[in-house]
């Protein structure tokens, strides 16, 4: 099983938060950095002081996501997407527009070509710089 693991730079709660809101999921485990060993001097910074070490979201019984925010600043959209593959259309419908609320409509979600036409995606960069492909199997 591979479960995505965001970066984040400093905005992991706030994140997963709302992507608790847009998936209907559940913020399962929060931690933060000074939380860690009183002995560890790595996560004493004041520059870390409550920021995420670890988050996890729970999408559905099996599904999810991981996070934190970086010890380094990072660049938003690297190479990866996140594909969400929804169970009805009127959700990814509703979970697409969200995402793209103060973000960047890559592809507008639309039915796909044969051999796939019996489903529909599209892709978004959210406001945190996130990639998602948003998909699910038509209405009909």
């Known amino acids: 099983m591979f479960t995505p693991y965001i970066r984040f730079n400093g905005n992991c709660e706030e994140a997963f938060l709302w992507y608790a809101q ?9 931690s933060r950095y000074s939380d860690s060993s009183p002995n560890s ?5 004041d520059k870390l002081n409550g920021k995420v070490m670890h988050a996890r979201l729970t999408i559905t019984d099996f599904n999810g996501l991981t996070g934190g925010d970086y010890l380094e600043p990072i660049e938003k ?14 959700f990814a419908r509703k979970v697409f527009s969200e995402l793209s609320s103060k973000g960047t409509i ?3 979600i639309v039915e796909n070509p044969p051999p796939d036409d019996r489903s529909i995606s599209g892709c978004v960069q959210d406001k ?3 990639t998602w492909i948003v998909s699910a199997m038509k209405t009909i």
């Open 22 to 30: 847009v998936f209907n999921g559940k913020v399962q485990h929060l």
């Open 128 to 130: 945190y710089g996130v």
């Open 77 to 90: 959209n690297g190479n990866i997407s996140i594909q969400a593959h929804l169970p009805e259309e009127a």
């Open 106 to 108: 890559i592809a507008e």
């Open 41 to 45: 001097d790595i996560f004493s910074t």
